[in-house]
């Protein structure tokens, strides 16, 4: 399953994650403090993915699952939304 981790390690692939802050327009902090909770948020995620050259509506919508109660049907979602981005 995709994590919105696994995204901000490959952006930090590319940039330095205070060259990221600036592109996005963030404190780095923010981006620090995403790093501790172990997720971005779906602005955050989904503006990354499109610098990237991802869906960036996949991305928001696993950040959104991220903030979310485990339950079953977060990990049905989380599992279908990872199937969808190995198709493309």
């Known amino acids: 399953m995709p994590t919105t981790m696994q995204l901000l390690e490959k952006a930090l692939q590319l940039k330095s994650q205070a060259r990221w802050a600036d592109s996005l327009d963030l404190s780095d902090a923010t981006l620090s403090q995403a790093k501790k909770r ?42 279908r939304l990872g199937s969808k981005m190995q198709k493309l």
């Open 38 to 79: 172990g997720r971005l948020s779906p602005t955050i995620a989904g503006s990354i993915a499109s610098e990237l050259g991802e869906d960036p509506t996949t991305w928001i919508s696993i950040a959104a699952l991220e903030a979310e109660p485990e339950t079953a049907a977060k990990h049905s979602l989380l599992k």
